[in-house]
Structures are given as C-alpha cells and as structure tokens.
C-alpha cells in the first residue's frame, strides 16, 4: 500500500510533467469510463525520501464501491506550497476529500504554512456574465465544489489540546483569531471549507517512516464512506480524471483558472473521442463480421453443393427433417381435372423444396465432369455489382477483431440477418457510450446541455452508421442481385435441358405442360437456395422477361406450324376445287358432244326422209342399223355424264365430311355404377369422344402415355342425349335400340353442356 508511482512532478527546472505510467493506468480499456473518487494527501511533514516534488499516487484502489467507483489515494509532496499553491489548488479542485498532515498543534505557525489556499481565490467556477451578474455566486459554487478537509496532526498530545477532542480543538483554533495570524489563510479555511475535521496519529504507526499514507488510521479516515465528488453535475471517470488533470497542468501559469471552461472543454473532447471510438467501432464489427461477395460462375455442381449444404444445415441450419421435399418424378398426379398445375404447400412453417431440378442436376453428365474439378472457381469481374463493394473490400479491419470474430458472414444475406448484424454493432457501440453517459447526475449535468446534449451525440451515431450501414446494405444488395442473376441462370439451363427431354418441342401443349412444371421446379430450387433482399426482384424480372419470351417463342413456333398445315391443306382444297372444276369442264364438254351428235341424227333424219322415197327399201336396213348404233352411243354418254356426276357429289361431300368431322374431346367425368340393394355409386374417370367412338380412363396420364381403353370402345352413332331431372349436372346415354343406359355427371353446368354439344355431334355424325 505504501509503494507510489509519480502522477504529477516537477522537473526540476519550473515544469510540470505527466507520467506515462500512471497514466496509461488510469486510462486502460477496463478503468478508463470507471467512476473515480479521489482522496489527496497533503504532506507537510519534514521529506524522509528523496522524490520528486508533486503529486503521486497509489497505483491500486485504496477501496472499489458496490457500483464500481474506484477510490484513489493521491499524495501531495511539496515542502514549498506557499511559493507554488498551484500544486495544492490542483489537489483541492480534483478531490472528494484532502487530508492535511502535519506535525504538532494546528496554529502552530499562525496558518501561515495553509496560505496556499489563497490560490483558490484565482480559481472561477462559473461564467463571466453569471459572475457580472452575481458576484458571490464564484464563491458560492466554489465551496460546494471544494473537498472534505481533514487535519492530521502527527504526535499532537491532548494536553495541548487543552483536553478538547481533535475536531473540537481544531474549530476553536480557527474561530480565534491572533493578529500573528495568516488572517487571510484561517477566514479561507472557515468559509470555504464546510466540511471540515481533526484526527491525531502518532508516527510510530506509519508502516513506512515518513509515509504517512501508509498508517492504518489514515487508510481509515481515507476510506470514509464520501460520496464521489460532481463536477458542474457530473462525476468524473479515470479516463476524464487523467485529461482534466492534463488541462490544469497546461494552464498552471495562468494568472486565473477558469475552471468551468477546462472541464467543460475537457468533457465534451472526451464524449466527441468517445462518439468518434464508437462510429469506428461500429464500421470495424460491420466489416469483421461479413465479407464481401466475390462473383463467380455457377454451374451444375456449385448449385447442388449448395443446396445439399443447406439441407444439411450448411447455410441456415437446416436438416432434412426441417424441409418438406416434393418429388414429381413418381405417377402421383401432377395436373387437376382442370387442367392446372397442383400446387403442394405444407400446413407448417417449413420450407419446401421441388427436388425435380436437383434430382436432375445430380444424373446430368455435366454434373459428373464437373464434379472431377477441383480447383475453385475464379472470381470474375462484375461491373454492375464491384462498384457496391469497393469500399468493404478497401476497409481495413483491425486484427484483434478479426480475432473476436473468427466466422465471418459472406454477402449476399437476408435483409433481417444483416439487420441482426447492424443492431448487435451498433448496440456494441452504443454500450462504449453508456458508462459516460451514466457519469452524469439526472437535471444536473450543466456540461452536456442543448447542443451539447447526448440525444444529439447519438444522432451522430446513429446517423454515421446509417451511412456505413447503407453502403453495406446496398453491397448486400447488389450482392445478392449478382448472386441470384447466376444461379437463376443457371438453373433456366438445366430446366431447358430438361424440358426438351421431357417432352417433344413439336407438341405445344406437352411442351409448355413440361416447361411449366420445370419452371415450379426451378422457383422451389430458386427460393430454397437465393439469398439476400434482391431475390424476389431477381425472380420476378427473370419470370417477366425470360419465362415470358420462352413461352412467346413456342406459341410461335406452334403457330407457325400451325399455319404450314393450313397451308397445306389450303393447298389440297385447291387441288380439290381445280379437280372439281375440271370435271365440269369435262359435262360441258360431253353435253356439246351430244348436242352436236343431235344435231347430226337430225340432218341424218331429214337426208334419210328426202331419199326414203327414193331409197326405202334399199336404206331401210341401213337406218336400222344407224339407230342401233346411235342408241348405243347415247347409253356410253349417258352412263358417263351420271359417273362424272356421282364422282363431283363424292367430291364435295368427302370435302364436307373433312369440313364437319367432329374433332376429339376428353376431359374427367363421374359415371353412375352398380345399383340394386346399396343404390347407385359415381366412379370418376376420365372419358375420350374420338371419331364416334368413346373411351374410358382411369387417369388423364394413361391417356397420354398410349395405353388402352379400360372398356371396349363404344359407338355413339345412333345414342340419344337426355337430360336428368334429379340433377342439373346429370345427363344419360341411351342407345339406339335396347341396352345399357349411361348416366355421368359433369363438374360443372358449362362442362355438361358441352359434353351434350360432343354427344350430339359424334352421334349425328356417325
């Protein structure tokens, strides 16, 4: 206890000079914001040891209170205070309590060796205007400001107290005036000092000779139970402690000390260093805790590494039993009766992830290349995102947090993580400022008032790292827009590659049926790996502008297929009507033909009736066998023009046939089954009406997949459509002649009545 180090000494040649390693004590990380408490030594007794003339210090707490204060004993050696009381006047300013030490009775010199305190009458602790404007208000505030006083009077025996108790003894010394007084010195003591006692030790208990610090009874009066001392409404720390008491010494030659000046200067350089610690603390945790995003290619394997990682917890600390899988690839039914796409969503809170696109992205030959690489992949340059993440990559991150953080976040993450991260730095932050800000007394604190006030010093902080915050939330955006612009990419690849071997690209509606499931694939696969706030944005871009051309292309391509046969059966109808023409030609022309022979039989007629006179007998054969002839001819033209005919009616009526050929309808259907005893029961199927024959399924996919009919086909030609009276939805099937009646039900009124409208078609048609 009685080992001290130098705080403040003289130099020797009129310089005050501070020691580093009282100093560095004072303000280590874990003392600098503890609140202190000083008690001074004033040590009047004749030097024993050779030190230096100044203040020293007992580098360990002579008492630490429930809360944390830090009680210090601060010895003053100065054998000449009255040539330099500036020395005791920095002890009385800094001080909760002062013991004076000396020897014998306490007037011994008049007062005289405690003219020091004359030097307190230099020393303002209010404002010049409050000063103008109240004259003893400097005195005032001063004697609350100033310590407890205690007198020591070494090897003082009661006799000469007059038999009087030390405190007794010593205001009877200071109420009795002597004109050999210091009268200036005793009125000080009386008037500014309040707080004042007198306790007698004898030397032989000081455990150092010379050091009175070091008696027990001292260390007891020292340790008195003294709240710490408020500075213009606050406390002081070790750190405060240590710039105020470097002020004071600056300022020692001063002709006046303005005290309040110094410690409000003092405070406030202290609070901007602090606010300035924190701003960079906060900024040295943002960027020890993440690192920036590197940009690279995504391919097959890098996709499944990553989403295996996180099923098994990698990345978010998942498991498998935390996620709900989907696999399409077994005969579960994908589409409804409708048509749509069934969506699969858990009741839970768990995630759900297709495992079509992983599935897939394992078995491609790709992945197996890839797979064999070792090398990572190179960071490539990106110049829409490096521009977000040049100033993370150029911040220098101290090492000791690099070694408090050894697992450092990665961008792209989720908005609420890095929020997380920016709430747990700026809450590390706040907690440098919080052992400052408890230094102050509630409605007291006259130092930190207006714009001085801590309100507006955390809104610097606040705002300072609102910047650093969104420079780092718009690096984690971009971040995350570069990282999901790959992997979506990535991803559309492996659904091109499966769509095309799912289904024929030349069957439009198979096609986008495929296309479709892969793309819900592929969102699944997207959102169970994406990361970061752009990834919504990603995907919803990539499904407006990609998705859509993709499915623009195929409607075309289908449309221009579509149009090459009707094109073509364009074509055959023209042919068809060209034939059709030609054949006309061909009557009009045989119609001439028989005019024509007409005409000849008729002037054969009259050439034969002017010579039948003359020739009667003779050519009476010979027109016999003339109009056997032409008789003959007129059955072969006959029997032409009705072939020509019937071949231009079978023309146009197979021309009508392919105009009114019903075409194919299918689509579910509940059938009414059995009866009897336990009534009648609705079995769903699914029904095809195709060329007049109609065929029953137990599901659209067998249908697709070419397999047979469960029943016989049957043959609509002749059945009857009837509408049921029980049900608007019912309709019955009955047959031309007797047997089987069947009744089915459509999921709708409008789905009925167009399985009437195929009916009827089909039947007439037949």
């Known amino acids: 206890m009685a080992a ?15 020691h580093e390693d009282a100093t560095l004590l004072l303000e280590s990380d874990k003392r600098a914001l503890q609140k202190i408490s000083v008690v001074g030594v004033i040590d009047a007794l004749p030097p024993k040891h050779a030190r230096a003339h100044g203040l020293h210090m007992v580098k360990d707490p ?5 809360d944390g204060t830090l009680t210090f004993l601060v010895v003053l050696q100065h054998p000449m205070l009255h ?3 500036a020395w005791a006047s920095l002890l009385f300013l800094l001080s909760s309590h002062v ?15 405690l003219s020091f305190v004359q030097h307190l009458l230099n020393v303002d602790v209010v404002s010049s205007d409050e000063q103008a404007a109240h004259p003893d208000l400097n005195t005032t505030v001063l004697k609350r400001l100033l310590p407890k006083l205690t007198f020591i009077a070494v090897d003082l025996e009661k006799k000469e107290c007059g038999g009087d108790a030390f405190p007794l003894y010593l205001e009877k010394a200071l109420a009795t005036p002597k004109a050999s007084h210091d009268g200036l010195s005793q009125a000080l003591i009386t008037q500014l000092f309040t707080s004042r006692d007198c306790v007698g030790i004898k030397a032989n208990t000081f455990k150092v000779p010379g050091a009175p610090h070091s008696a027990a009874k001292v260390l007891s009066v020292a340790t008195d139970p003294l709240p710490p001392k408020t500075f213009f409404g606050r406390f002081l720390s070790c750190g405060v402690f240590v710039h105020l008491l470097s002020a004071l010494v600056a300022a020692k030659d001063a002709e006046r000390w303005d005290f309040r000046a110094v410690a409000f200067a003092v405070s406030r350089a202290y609070w901007q260093n602090l606010l300035d610690a924190a701003i960079t603390m906060y900024a040295d945790h943002m960027h020890a805790k993440l690192l920036p995003y590197d940009d690279v290619e995504l391919d097959n394997g890098m996709v499944v590494a990553l989403t295996e990682a996180k099923l098994h917890g990698g990345d978010a600390g998942l498991d498998n039993d935390d996620v709900i899988l989907i696999d399409r690839s077994n005969n579960c039914v994908t589409f409804d009766e409708y048509g749509n796409l069934k969506k699969s969503h858990s009741s839970g809170a768990k995630p759900t992830l297709d495992v079509g696109i992983l599935t897939f992205l394992k078995t491609s030959k790709a992945l197996n290349r890839q797979m064999t690489m070792v090398a990572p992949k190179p960071t490539v340059a990106n110049p829409w995102c490096d521009p977000y993440l040049v100033n ?3 911040y220098e991150v101290p090492t000791k947090y690099i070694h408090q953080f050894p697992k450092r976040e990665k961008l792209p993450l989720e908005a609420s993580a890095l929020s997380s991260v920016h709430y747990a730095c ?5 907690s440098l400022l919080h052992p400052f800000m408890a230094l102050s007394v509630a409605r007291e604190d006259a130092c930190f008032r207006g714009e001085w006030s801590f309100r507006v010093g955390r809104s610097h902080l606040d705002d300072a790292a609102g910047r650093v915050w969104r420079d780092i939330s718009l690096a984690n955006t971009a971040s995350s827009a570069a990282f999901c612009t790959r992997l979506i990419q990535c991803l559309h690849t492996a659904v091109l590659h499966k769509t095309l071997a799912d289904e024929d690209k030349s069957r439009l509606v198979r096609h986008l049926i495929a296309y479709r499931s892969n793309i819900e694939a592929l969102i699944s696969q997207y959102n169970f790996v994406a990361k970061g706030p752009a990834a919504s944005a990603v995907l919803a871009g990539f499904l407006s502008s990609v998705v859509r051309h993709r499915l623009y292309a195929a409607v075309a391509a289908s449309e221009a297929h579509f149009e090459a046969a009707r094109a073509q059966l364009t074509t055959q109808v023209h042919d068809a009507t060209s034939h059709l023409l030609a054949l006309e030609d061909a009557i009009r022309d045989a119609e001439e033909t028989r005019k024509t022979c007409l005409r000849n039989e008729m002037a054969q007629d009259a050439l034969v009736e002017a010579r039948k006179l003359e020739q009667l007998g003779t050519i009476q054969g010979a027109i016999a066998e003339t109009q056997a002839q032409i008789n003959a001819a007129l059955r072969e033209k006959e029997a032409l023009f009705a072939n020509t005919v019937q071949t231009t009616q079978a023309t146009v009526a197979t021309v009508e046939i392919i105009a009114k050929k019903p075409k194919e309808y299918a689509g579910y259907l509940f059938r ?11 079995k769903q199927s699914f029904f095809v009406l195709k060329d007049g024959r109609f065929l029953t399924f137990k599901a659209k996919s067998y249908y697709e997949e070419g397999r047979e009919s469960m029943e016989a086909p049957l043959n609509v030609a002749g059945y009857t459509v009837l509408q049921s009276s029980k049900n608007a939805n019912e309709f019955k099937l009955a047959p031309p002649v007797a047997g089987r009646t069947f009744v089915f039900r459509a999921p709708t009124d409008e789905m009925r009545e167009t399985w009437v409208h195929k009916f009827n078609e089909a039947s007439n048609y037949s």
Not at 62 to 66: Q, R, T
Not at 99 to 113: E, M, T
Not at 672 to 682: N, S, T, Y
């Open 392 to 394: 993370m990559r150029e």
């Open 4 to 18: 001290l180090v130098p705080l403040v000494t003289d130099d020797g040649h009129g310089c005050w000079q501070m």
């Open 83 to 85: 040539e330099q009381p």
């Open 426 to 430: 700026l809450a590390a932050a706040s």
């Open 672 to 682: 009414q089954e059995g009866g009897g005893l336990f009534g009648a029961k609705w």
């Open 99 to 113: 013991l004076y030490v000396r020897d014998g009775a306490i007037a011994r010199d008049g007062f005289a060796n």
């Open 62 to 66: 002579i008492k630490v209170e429930d």
